[in-house]
């Protein structure tokens, strides 16, 4: 038989923890629990234990040399059950830094301690850090890409791709150059296409062109002579079209100057033009090294010259080394897609960009096209994925959105065309 006693024991222990909940504030936890009706999700059962009772917090600290009796501890201000797992925040103590709780080790210790798959952890506002708790990847299934109405393409807020926070992925195209890199396999096809999808109703109008260098000869060619205002897959050609933007560049940046222009519009006339380099250093395969050289000299001033002229540059590699693109900080908005090493994302990324949430080389190679965005202007990065574009999509994409083809059938009036008249004047040849 229960003694009334452990009864007693045990009811005080459950009103203090319930006091112990409240007082920290765990709104998000208690009421969409209740609302709910569920409780707390099984797999965040050990966290929510550990979140709410300061007794296991004043063990756990320690054990993670992030608090001890003689410093204090963090206070865990808040904890908010969430799509993919719960958000805890927490002040830290004096003299941490957000390096002390967002370093490999202490991410993987805290992720163990909870009993979760993975902890982000990111710095909201000067001493504070939420403790993302994950159990649940928001982006695992993935998201087919769609047709688009034929209008509306709006170039500076591209749709390509869906985000954690289940909104559109939007991709600022004119007055900004793209760089896409990841492992193969990664997903830089599905990137690209994605672009080029959403890019399609304004080049079926005849707003943007789209330059296509593709050394490798493999995914693009569905649109040759049809989608793509040039394609070229050889040292040479690659070369000569870079050249040949150029010196167009040059030469509507002298007439924008004396037009007294100062921002770009595009039009019929002047068309946004797109250059799109996919895997460049496949190219030193088969090219010279004075061409390989030649054609980054010639993306590099495309990239300097071109975002306030309507030339943007989208470029998607494999190795983000520099060896292979010494350009990267010329593009204002990087996309990290799986990579094998942590130091291939801080190539892409710039140092420190792990620790503040990158975390390309974590992507699991079952999820292609998730990748991790960084923009120039701002510290995060934004988690998301592209659109799957199958290859039945592609055809679809270059029947729908190819520019109506030159009519070049005979444009006079030949109804009376006479096959046997030679023009002989005396008529008709006489049998
Ligand atoms: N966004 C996505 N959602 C779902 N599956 C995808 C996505 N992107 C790519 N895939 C799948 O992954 C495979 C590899 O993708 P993709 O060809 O785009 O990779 P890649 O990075 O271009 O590789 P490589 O460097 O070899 O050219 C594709 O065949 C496709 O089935
Ligand atoms: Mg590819």
């Known amino acids: 038989m229960i003694s009334p006693d452990l009864l007693i024991v045990g009811g005080s222990a459950a009103v203090t923890a319930f006091t112990m909940w409240r007082w920290r504030r765990l709104d998000g936890v208690v009421d969409r629990a209740a609302e709910q009706g569920t409780g707390v999700p099984v797999e965040l059962g050990p966290a929510a234990s550990i979140v709410t009772d300061s007794a ?8 993670l040399g992030l608090g001890s009796p003689q410093t204090g501890y963090p206070n865990v201000t808040t904890a908010t059950l969430t799509d993919a797992g719960m958000l805890v925040e927490v002040q830290m103590l004096g003299g941490q830094s957000l390096q002390s709780w967002a370093n490999d080790a202490t991410r993987e210790a805290l992720a163990a301690y909870f009993a979760v798959p993975e902890v982000r952890v990111t710095s909201p506002s000067p001493g504070f850090v939420h403790l993302d708790l994950r159990v649940k990847d928001l982006l695992a299934d993935p998201a087919p890409v769609t047709g688009l109405l034929a209008y509306g393409v709006d170039l500076e807020a591209v749709p390509i791709g869906v985000t954690e926070e289940h909104d559109v992925w939007r991709l600022r195209v004119m007055y900004s150059h793209i760089l896409i890199a990841g492992a193969t396999g990664s997903g830089k096809g599905s990137v690209l296409w994605s672009i080029i999808n959403g890019l399609g109703p ?30 070229q897959w050889t040292a040479d050609g690659i070369i000569t079209m870079l050249k040949t933007a150029v010196d167009a560049l040059e030469e509507r940046k002298a007439r924008f100057k004396a037009a007294g222009i100062r921002k770009y519009t595009p039009s019929a006339e002047e068309p946004l033009q797109v ?56 593009f204002s908005t990087r996309i990290g897609l799986r990579f094998d090493e942590p130091r291939q994302t801080s190539m892409v990324h710039g140092d420190g960009a792990k620790d503040r ?18 923009q120039d202007g701002s510290k995060d990065f934004q988690r998301v994925r592209a659109y799957w574009v199958s290859d039945e999509d592609t055809h679809r994409i270059v029947d729908a959105y190819s520019p109506a083809q030159p009519d070049l059938s005979p444009k006079a009036d030949y109804s ?16």
């Not at 296991?56 to 054990?63: E, F, I, N, S």
Request: glycine share 12%; net charge negative.
């Open 56 to 63: 296991q917090l004043a063990l756990m600290w320690p054990a």
């Open 202 to 231: 304004a080049i079926k109008a005849g707003l943007v062109d789209i330059l296509l260098g593709d050394p490798k000869c493999m995914e693009f060619g569905a649109g040759e002579g049809r989608l793509w205002t040039d394609f």
């Open 275 to 330: 250059v799109i380099i996919d895997e460049y250093a496949a190219l030193s395969a088969f090219a010279s090294k004075e061409q390989v050289n030649e054609g980054l000299r010639l993306l590099g001033l495309l990239l300097t010259q071109g975002r306030a002229v309507g030339y943007s540059v989208i470029v998607a590699l494999q190795d983000p080394s520099k060896e292979n693109m010494p350009n990267r900080q010329l």
């Open 357 to 374: 949430g990158a975390r390309c080389h974590e992507i699991p190679d079952t999820t292609p096209g998730i990748a991790y965005v960084g």
């Open 416 to 431: 009376g065309f006479d096959p046997d008249d030679l023009g002989d004047e005396s008529g008709p040849l006489a049998a």
